[in-house]
């Protein structure tokens, strides 16, 4: 870790709320919004979620499944938003959630017509708005817990801690 946590102090309760209090409660609440105001489906979610933690290589978000109503995706969904391009468990809004976290990420300026126009197909404007500010969240907020070495202290909710680091996919 590269941030000085003082003995007994939660990493994350400590770094976003007590070090940056102004700061750190509003990032804490977009990042909260993202979950608990989401519109879009658990998959195409979780699909842009998990190819953004896999591209940060943020421990805990590779650990984290979200869970709606009871329902988490299937084990081996990573794997499979891994191989967004390939795999066969994907309808296409899935896969354009992986495609789009991805290019979001690491190739904002070729993301071209031809692009816009599968997207546009499959995602109302609303729900483009939605999924890019969740990304934007997501691309940021894993990144900084990374950068700072706060993803392989965080705790899960199920109160493991998670597990190792582990190599983004390509």
């Excluded at 933690?53 to 084990?75: M, S, Y």
């Excluded at 690491?106 to 692009?115: A, K, Q």
Aim: overall charge negative; charged content about 25%; aromatic content about 10%.
């Amino acid at each position: 870790m590269h941030i000085d946590i003082p003995e007994g102090k939660d990493a994350i309760e400590y770094v976003w709320g007590e070090m940056i209090p102004g700061i750190g409660a509003a990032a804490a609440n977009f990042s909260l919004s993202v979950y608990a105001h989401t519109t879009l489906g658990l998959r195409e979610f979780e699909a842009a979620r998990l190819r953004i933690a896999q591209i940060n290589g943020c421990a805990f978000c590779l650990d984290w499944r979200t869970e709606r109503d009871g329902q988490r995706v299937e084990e081996g969904f990573a794997d499979a938003t891994a191989e967004w391009r390939t795999t066969g468990a994907f309808d296409e809004r899935t896969r354009l959630a992986a495609e789009y976290a991805e290019r979001y990420a690491l190739d904002h300026h070729g993301l071209d017509e031809e692009f816009w126009t599968r997207m546009t197909a499959h995602y109302s404007q609303a729900e483009i708005v939605e999924l890019s500010m969740s990304i934007g969240s997501w691309l940021a907020f894993g990144r900084l817990n990374h950068v700072l070495g706060l993803d392989t202290v965080c705790t899960l909710p199920s109160g493991r801690s998670p597990s190792g680091r582990r190599a983004a996919a390509p």
